[in-house]
Nanobody
Framework: VQLQASGGGLVQAGGSLRLSCAAS????????MGWFRQAAGKEREFVAA????????YYADSVKGRFTISRDNAENTVLLQMNSLKPEDTAVYCC???????????????????WGQGTLVTVSS
């Protein structure tokens, strides 16, 4: 599966952005999807993930209550709605996919097999 993230940009603190990840190739609904981010000089970190049927969603504590992950299997798209953005949310955001993943590894980037190019989110104070 090929992934392409988009929707990043510059926003003031407290603002909102919606990221989109478009998938092509093998059936999108076969994949568990995740969003990760990497700030300058920092390690990649888990943001959110969603199960194949969109029944289960998972969030990092740092974004819980502010970010919402969703997917549209008919449109081969996963979205990340980001509200109440903070300067510390500034990072390159990437989407990732994996067919099967143990629940204990959902937040581990190494568990994902496919990655898209990132999209830069900059939150000004």
């Amino acid at each position: 599966v090929q992934l392409q993230a988009s929707g990043g940009g510059l926003v003031q603190a407290g603002g909102s952005l919606r990221l989109s990840c478009a998938a092509s190739g093998r059936a999108f609904s076969d994949y568990f999807m995740g969003w990760f981010r990497q700030a300058a000089g920092k390690e990649r970190e888990f943001v959110a993930a969603i199960s194949r049927s969109a029944v289960l969603m998972y969030y990092a504590d740092s974004v819980k209550g502010r970010f919402t992950i969703s997917r549209d299997n008919a449109e081969n798209t996963v979205l990340l709605q980001m509200n109440s953005l903070k300067p510390e949310d500034t990072a390159v955001y990437c989407c990732a996919a994996v067919a099967l993943i143990p629940i204990e590894r959902i937040q581990s980037a190494s568990a994902y097999d496919y990655w898209g190019q990132g999209t830069l989110v900059t939150v000004s104070s």
